[in-house]
């Protein structure tokens, strides 16, 4: 499976931009983009996904790299509920039925 | 609302004992998943299955058993318990073709 890499963690004070990057260098041409997020105390729950353009949703916005190495997922004004574990995972819509690999994300601090 | 739901939130056992987690979905998701999550290493799957009757194991099947007799309930086993199995347990669904996979909130277990 190709692979991704994130910071271990990122700051962010409250109501501000938060970019969070991921690098998928290996990534094939089939691999759509997710990523979810874990609150605290919580199971992950899915935030965005696309392939090649960029997307929004209520929740967050991913911009994908021409070259489709990198993305990056921003939330538009963080807030302290924001505050989560933030996973870049890759996965072939083809064979959906196969499991989300989870790597160990980027932790996020949100301060008020 | 969508939901997957784990039968319980913590549970405590005794070494050698026969565990039993259940998890329940009512999106009539062919595909169900069981994780567990550790400090420093994340979500690590254990067990996925595509349909009734189905399984297929993930990357640390060993000690663990799993059941699909109904579309909607996927059971996890623990035939002896361990301490080393003491851990939060995670069940997720989704369907094939969709990209979003619901998770339930998790069941931490502690095997003494």
């Known amino acids: 499976d190709a692979k991704t890499t994130q910071p271990n963690s990122m700051e962010s004070n409250e109501e501000e931009p938060v970019h969070l990057p991921c690098n998928h260098s290996t990534i094939s041409g089939t691999d759509y983009i997710h990523w979810y997020r874990q609150l605290p105390s919580q199971g992950p729950e899915y935030v965005i996904h696309?392939?090649?353009s960029n997307v929004n949703n209520r929740m967050a916005s991913l911009a994908i790299a021409e070259d489709r190495k990198s993305s990056t997922l921003i939330l538009h004004r963080a807030t302290l509920r924001d505050a989560a574990v933030y996973y870049c995972?890759?996965?072939?819509?083809?064979?959906?039925?196969?499991?989300?690999?989870f790597g160990k994300g980027t932790s996020l601090l949100v301060t008020p | 609302d969508v939901k997957v739901t784990q039968s319980s939130r913590y549970l405590v056992k005794r070494t050698g004992e026969k565990v039993f987690l259940e998890c329940v979905q009512d999106m009539d998701h062919e595909n169900m998943f069981w994780y567990r999550q550790d400090p420093g290493l994340g979500l690590r799957l254990i067990y996925f299955?595509?349909?009734?009757?189905?399984?297929e194991k993930g990357d640390i099947p060993e000690g663990y058993s799993v059941s699909r007799e109904k579309k909607e309930r996927f059971s996890l086993i623990l035939e002896s318990a361990s301490t080393n199995q003491t851990s939060m347990y995670l069940c997720?669904?989704?369907?094939?073709?969709?990209?979003?996979?619901?998770f339930g909130q998790g069941t931490r277990l502690t095997v003494v």
């Open positions: 696309g392939l090649t």
């Open positions: 995972i890759l996965r072939d819509l083809s064979n959906s039925g196969y499991a989300l690999n």
């Open positions: 997720a669904s989704s369907s094939q073709g969709v990209p979003e996979a619901f």
């Open positions: 299955s595509y349909d009734v009757k189905m399984k």
